[in-house]
T-cell receptor, first 114, second 116 residues
Framework: AQSVTQLGSHVSVSEGALVLLRCNYS??????LFWYVQYPNQGLQLLLK??????LVKGINGFEAEFKKSETSFHLTKPSAHMSDAAEYFC????????????FGQGTRLTINP | EAGVAQSPRYKIIEKRQSVAFWCNPI?????LYWYQQILGQGPKLLIQ????????DSQLPKDRFSAERLKGVDSTLKIQPAKLEDSAVYLC??????????????FGEGSRLTVL
């Protein structure tokens, strides 16, 4: 069975500082990995995904993530935080075989301090 | 292109009452999902449809939850009778192609249920 662990349910950074949200996964087969963002009272929106190829993936709004198989990690980073980045972030894993199905982590709430 | 539509956005009911949520996926999307998101947790898959057939309902509490996708387009999720622990946001999502992994799931804004 697949699973995702997000380290830190709440992360707080200053505006302009580095954002680092941690995600570790468990999968018996090579995974596909996703980061979604959820703004208050809204649905989830895809930030980026890793399927195959380059392990450093760039997404929307200046975010990027690196797939590290040896560490079973897919951490999300952004060099400089903006106030508009305040939201809930979810890491998810999907099987590479069979029906498309996402298993989500518990989420990390990102707060940006002015 | 219109996104995934859900209604109602908010619903408050007493325990043991029933409730139904409706979802209209993006046009042409064959696969439809219902997720349950309890406050402070990540979304958990309840049921997955491919057209009008069920692909996976292993985590659907079938004694009280039911879902259907007649004609392979709209879907309805019903809870009867509701329990306090059913308080959550119910998210509907869709993807275009069944069996093509690595696809993006497109989510609706969700239906927030409060059970008193």
């Amino acid at each position: 069975a697949q699973s995702v662990t997000q380290l830190g349910s709440h992360v707080s950074v200053s505006e302009g500082a580095l954002v680092l949200l941690r995600c570790n996964y468990s999968s018996s087969v090579p995974p596909y990995l996703f980061w979604y963002v959820q703004y208050p009272n809204q649905g989830l929106q895809l930030l980026l995904k890793y399927t195959t190829g380059a392990t450093l993936v760039k997404g929307i709004n200046g975010f990027e993530a690196e797939f590290k198989k040896s560490e079973t990690s897919f951490h999300l980073t952004k060099p400089s935080a903006h106030m508009s980045d305040a939201a809930e972030y979810f890491c998810a894993v999907s099987d590479t075989q069979g029906a498309q199905k996402l298993v989500f982590g518990q989420g990390t709430r990102l707060t940006i301090n002015p | 292109e219109a996104g995934v539509a859900q209604s109602p956005r908010y619903k408050i009911i007493e325990k043991r009452q029933s409730v139904a949520f409706w979802c209209n996926p993006i046009s042409g999307h064959a696969t439809l999902y219902w997720y349950q998101q309890i406050l402070g947790q990540g979304p958990k898959l309840l049921i997955q449809f491919q057209n009008n057939g069920v692909v996976d309902d292993s985590q659907l509490p079938k004694d009280r939850f039911s879902a259907e996708r007649l004609k392979g387009v709209d879907s309805t999720l019903k809870i009867q009778p509701a329990k306090l622990e059913d308080s959550a946001v119910y998210l509907c999502a869709s993807t275009q192609n069944y069996g093509a992994t690595g696809q993006e799931l497109f989510f609706g804004e969700g239906s927030r249920l409060t059970v008193l």
